[in-house]
């Protein structure tokens, strides 16, 4: 059936090419005015008259002055474009005919240029025809660029009839009217037909990119083969997007409010960005510092668990704490009020011992009072070559009361340097010393420490003192060296003290024992 169309419209577009024929040549030439004149070539100009419209894109822009023949069978559309926006046609400008009512009547719809990407030069403007040939002064529009489809009230005709009568009519007009005419009929079908012409045009383009059409094909084999590894996800895609766009079908109304309100977002997106753009340059160190910290808080989140579990024992036992502990805390408010009270009484107590301590840190004090202490101790408690020993004892009777008076009731007579004879009673019962048995030295000294003056010691036990050779000879001289012996030891600050060449009178023989170098 394909082949019989075709057929059929081939035959009309000859009937109508012979009508055409006759039509032209009963119709007188018209002139030209000094308006803007187009000079159209077409195949056929059928029941196109003078005074029919030239229309673009349905606007009437002007009319048709005449229709002649040309030389080569061809009709000569002369129009006049009024309109001065239209009186620019460009050499890719175009015409076609076209049938303006179910009477037969035409029209011409033109298109000035041909549309192109914004900023692509425009072609250049139609030629003029020169002086001395037909239709000089007016812009030549060739045939290229037109075409005159066949009307279907033509082909209508032909369906009125029998198939037998319809193929016949198609064989007679294609053997009268086409006879050795086939690169006509080529050409006349292309042009006949816009469609064919497009897709010419279309063909050529395609024909001259086909080395870019090419690499697109292998570039896009490389595209989809991704696509086609996950096709099922893409099939899901698309079938979340229609679902998407059903729901949102639903809602345009409330889509078309977010369009409306959608300018404004943008304004204050704008002051929102840059906040937001100064906030994450502030907050990068921090981040990139966090990055290096991640896998110590990696760590530390998985032992929370575990943590988390040991420590909730704790918290019970805590909570249990807190019931015992809780009214005991309470029971302490009181006494908190008096420490409060103690320690704003406290407060100058504590200021002048701060500066005290502060004075003893600064000159040295406590130093010296860590020096006292040690020299005391040292002079209490002596050390020779047979150990240690004490030189003083502190002995608990009643002459530990202080009496103003000698005759008080304490029991007490003790005098120092008691020389008299009150207290012969009490020296009596003393033990005597003896220096064969404790050395003439611990006598002597015993003898001024029970009231005896240095004189009466010396007078009381005559004789001299062992020398340091001598003790050592006798190898008991282990520590008593001449030499400056520090009072004490040898700590650092502490007083040196040199023994004085008068060991023996009876001052130095005290004054020796006292400070551990005798």
Not at 19 to 46: E, N, P, Q
Not at 272 to 290: C, D, G, I
Request: include cysteine; glycine fraction near 10%.
């Amino acid at each position: 059936m394909g082949w019989r169309r075709l057929a059929v419209g081939v035959a009309g577009a000859a009937c109508a090419a012979a009508v055409v024929v006759l039509v032209l040549l009963a119709t007188a030439a018209g002139g030209s005015t000094k308006a803007y004149t187009v000079r159209a070539i077409f195949d056929d100009a059928g029941n196109l008259i003078s005074g029919e419209n030239v229309k673009i894109d349905g606007v009437k822009v002007g009319t048709v002055q005449s229709v002649t023949p040309t030389p080569q069978a061809k009709a000569a559309v002369v129009m006049s474009i009024e309109n001065p926006g239209f009186q620019d046609f460009r050499s890719d400008a175009s015409c076609t005919i076209r049938p303006q009512a179910l009477i037969g009547e035409k029209y011409v719809d033109c298109l000035p240029t041909q549309v192109r990407v914004e900023g692509t030069p425009l072609p250049p403007p139609l030629r003029k025809i020169p002086g001395g040939h037909e239709g000089a002064g007016d812009y030549l529009l060739p045939l290229r660029n037109t075409s005159s489809p066949v009307d279907v009230d033509l082909l209508g005709d032909i369906d009125r009839l029998p198939e037998r009568e319809r193929f016949t009519i198609i064989l007679n007009e294609f053997g009268a009217g086409l006879a050795g005419r086939g690169s006509d009929l080529n050409a006349v079908i292309k042009r006949a037909n816009p469609a064919l012409r497009e897709l010419d045009r279309v063909l050529t383009i395609l024909r001259n990119e086909n080395h870019t059409l090419a690499k697109l094909a292998v570039d896009s084999d490389k595209a989809l083969a991704p696509l086609a590894k996950v096709s099922g996800r893409v099939a899901d895609f698309i079938v979340q997007s229609n679902k998407v766009a059903q729901a949102t079908a639903a809602t345009r109304g409330s889509l078309a409010r977010n369009l409306e309100l959608f300018p404004s977002f943008l304004k204050q997106l704008g002051p929102a960005s840059e906040r937001l753009r100064r906030f994450a340059e502030q907050t990068t160190p921090t981040f990139t510092a966090l990055k290096a910290a991640a896998p110590a808080i990696n760590e530390a989140f998985t032992s929370l668990p575990s943590f988390s579990s040991s420590s909730e024992k704790f918290f019970k036992n805590l909570g249990q704490t807190a019931k015992i502990s809780g009214p005991a805390l309470v029971s302490v408010r009181p006494l908190l009020k008096h420490l409060q009270t103690l320690g704003s009484a406290a407060v100058p107590f504590s200021s002048n011992f701060s500066s005290l301590l502060g004075s003893l840190s600064k000159t040295g004090g406590l130093e010296r009072l860590m020096d006292f202490i040690f020299l005391g101790t040292g002079t209490a408690n002596g050390y020779d070559a047979l150990g240690h020993f004490l030189r003083a004892e502190g002995v608990g009777n009643t002459c530990l009361t202080y009496d103003i008076s000698p005759s008080s009731s304490s029991g007490c007579r003790r005098k120092l340097f008691n020389q008299g004879s009150s207290t012969t009673a009490t020296a009596s019962t003393a033990a005597k010393p003896n220096p064969s048995t404790m050395g003439l030295v611990m006598a002597r000294t015993l003898a001024v420490v029970e009231g005896a003056t240095p004189a009466q010691a010396l007078a009381k036990f005559p004789g001299s003192a062992p020398t340091p050779s001598e003790l050592s000879a006798a190898g008991l001289s282990e520590g008593l060296a001449t030499s400056t012996v520090p009072v004490g030891g040898s700590t650092a600050g502490t007083t040196y003290y040199s023994p004085s060449t008068a060991g023996t009178e009876a001052g130095g023989l005290l004054l020796h024992y006292l400070l551990g170098n005798e």
